[in-house]
């Protein structure tokens, strides 16, 4: 299924045309996660989408998009993709086990994997400073939003794992910090494929951004304190 498709079951009139709601919020971050979480699910409904896939730190926004989709009899698949192992210290995983299971119980896939806009290339820039191409890419998504960057790459990684399809459009989700702000109709594409990727609506966005999302001072002690904790660094 498409957001642009014509015929009979098209959502656009005998112009072309189709006109649909945008929400924007005056902020952005958690206090908007259920009202996005709702406006995600109304839109794959009116658009005939089987697809939600949303990225989450803890499960929170995972949640709040499973509870969303049952009071509305969304009967389409959840999917969630959680940060990889070490993102935020070795071995830490903040995707708890018990809320893995309480989704998976529930029919929602949950997948971890490897960032599509980091991966090994973010080693190099904590030890030797500088910028990668996929970093590029990513801040690149982020003068949209956080939460745009985190949809789109969200959809990547669940389109490399096969969780979902490449040929009909999707809902992504995604955050700033923690929690849901942005949602987003997008057709997918593996990472190999990306330029195949297509971006074709927005239904929620937060209009003000926070200092978090600027660029750090490579001079400040969180980085100085990311770069000494590197892989790769044995204690240095």
């Not at 509305?72 to 018990?98: M, R």
């Amino acid at each position: 299924m498409t957001s642009t498709e014509s015929g009979a079951n098209s959502p656009y009139d005998e112009r072309g045309v189709r006109t649909a709601p945008t929400l924007y919020f005056k902020e952005c971050g958690q206090a908007f996660t259920e009202i996005t979480a709702r406006a995600a699910v109304e839109r794959a409904i009116e658009l005939g989408l089987g697809y939600i896939v949303v990225g989450s730190t803890t499960g929170y926004s995972a949640k709040k998009l499973y509870e969303a989709g049952q009071a509305a009899g969304w009967s389409g698949q959840l999917v969630v993709i959680t940060e990889h192992f070490g993102y935020h210290a070795p071995g830490h995983q903040a995707f708890s086990d018990d809320t893995r299971r309480w989704l998976e119980e529930r029919g929602v896939l949950v997948h971890t994997g490897t960032h599509a806009f980091s991966s090994v290339a973010r080693a190099f820039r904590l030890r030797w400073q500088g910028i990668e191409m996929l970093e590029i890419v990513a801040e690149t998504l982020r003068r949209i939003s956080r939460g745009t960057k985190t949809g789109v790459e969200a959809a990547v990684m669940a389109a490399n794992a096969g969780l979902i399809p490449i040929d009909e459009d999707v809902v992504a989700v995604g955050g700033t910090g923690r929690g849901a702000d942005t949602a987003i109709v997008l057709r997918p594409a593996e990472m190999n494929h990306f330029f195949d990727l297509k971006v074709r609506e927005f239904i929620c966005l937060p209009q003000v951004r926070t200092a978090e999302l600027e660029p750090k001072d490579l001079s400040s002690p969180e980085v100085s304190s990311e770069r000494k904790n590197a892989p790769g660094r044995g204690g240095e």
